[in-house]
């Protein structure tokens, strides 16, 4: 049984390799086929950060296999909800989405140590935008 996605949500960040690849895994695993998932930055960088797969992979979601991906104005387009994370004013803005600000410490060039409490706040604020999809779904 397929169904349609309750949204689809863009997180961007400047080097999609931290924070935006975070966010999107856990959105991905907590919320399935229900919400397409998309994430990309600004000035993407080579590769996934290695702290943030590896904090990831102590929860159980595997990220290792993803790739940063720059922004695009289709991205944006496509996408329901925007969730932008430190990258100011590249990401560009059309009527009729949904645009949300998550201030969240950059996890570049730190340890898996200072990664995971960003890991955990990141997971609390994704479980808390699915609560409100799965809220705005059912009216």
């Not at 080579?46 to 695009?72: C, F, H, W, Y």
């Amino acid at each position: 049984m397929s169904s349609t996605p309750l949204a689809s949500v863009l997180f961007v960040c400047v080097h999609n390799a931290g924070r935006s690849q975070m966010a999107a895994g856990f959105l991905d695993h907590l919320a399935g086929d229900r919400v397409e998932v998309r994430s990309a930055g600004s000035l993407p960088a080579d590769q996934v950060n290695p702290a943030a797969v590896e904090a990831m992979k102590e929860v159980g979601v595997d990220i290792s296999g993803r790739r940063p991906k720059v922004l695009t104005t289709e991205a944006v387009q496509a996408s329901d909800y925007v969730i932008t994370m430190g990258c100011g004013d590249a990401c560009p803005v059309f009527p009729g989405k949904k645009y949300l600000d998550w201030a969240l410490e950059d996890p570049a060039g730190k340890g898996v140590e200072a990664v995971r409490p960003i890991r955990d706040e990141i997971r609390t604020r994704v479980e808390a935008l699915i609560a409100e999809l799965d809220a705005t779904s059912e009216q």
